[in-house]
């Protein structure tokens, strides 16, 4: 069905997956937030998308947006190229993980299936980014998220960076320079009600602050 659709339409669909990824739907606010469009234009694709046939959105004025079957499939597709893109760049071609996601944003729309499944198998059929995010299946499965935001962590507990919202390369760039990157381990010292800023020690000991504009895009699996 990719075939049939523009460029604009999958970034739509992957857009109300990745805000909808939790239960709750996509509202039209977000949406035109998350792809820096207007309200007014997206309300007029989000209808656009709901007339095919079949159906690729179910919309509800004021209740916001979800994936149909048909729709979430298209956002999953994008998604496994998008995500298997970032990885080729950054273990084969040497991208820091801070470019990887640009590059393969105009590149995951214009790979055919073939070379998608020919960059899977040379890397061994990955199951995550260079960012922790998980890779969809040939099936477009994915593991069922078991991690937590870092922002609703406190004192003592601890666990393992899995994965970082990788849309910003200067937060990235910053992260990388402290170690908080996937597979560190990170324990939580302080917790500050004022401001909702956290201290914690990163693999090594390391000491670092961070503020919950940064701690909310972190995902940590806990450990006993």
């Known amino acids: 069905m990719r ?3 523009t460029q604009s339409i999958e970034d739509y669909l992957k857009a109300v997956y ?13 949406l035109a937030h998350f792809l820096n469009v207007t309200p007014a234009s997206v309300t007029g694709m989000i209808k656009k998308l709901s007339a095919t046939e079949p159906p690729l959105v179910e919309y509800r004025k ?16 994008t998604i496994r190229h998008h995500r298997l893109l970032e990885l080729f760049l950054h273990q ?4 820091p993980w801070d470019e990887v996601h640009d590059e393969a944003d105009r590149l995951e ?7 998608e499944r ?9 199951d995550h980014d260079p960012h922790g995010d998980p890779i969809p299946g040939y099936d477009l499965s994915l593991p069922e998220a078991t ?7 406190r004192p003592p507990q601890r666990g393992v960076v899995t994965r970082v919202r990788d849309t910003d390369p200067e937060l990235l760039r910053y992260l990388h320079d402290l170690g908080v990157v996937p597979e560190a381990e990170v324990k939580i010292l302080s917790y500050s009600e004022f401001d909702g800023n956290l201290e914690i020690t990163v693999t090594g000991g390391k000491k670092v602050v ?3 504009r940064i701690t909310g895009q972190i995902h940590i699996h806990l450990k006993s």
């Open 3 to 5: 075939e049939n659709l």
């Open 18 to 30: 990745e805000l909808s990824s939790r239960g709750a739907r996509a509202t039209t606010t977000d």
């Open 62 to 77: 004021h209740r916001g947006v979800m994936l149909t079957n048909a729709g979430e499939k298209v956002a999953l597709e």
């Open 92 to 95: 084969i071609l040497d991208y």
């Open 109 to 115: 729309h214009v790979i055919s299936e073939k070379f």
């Open 118 to 126: 020919a960059i899977a198998s040379a890397l061994g059929n990955p």
């Open 147 to 153: 991690d937590t935001l870092l922002s609703e962590l």
């Open 210 to 212: 961070l503020g919950p």
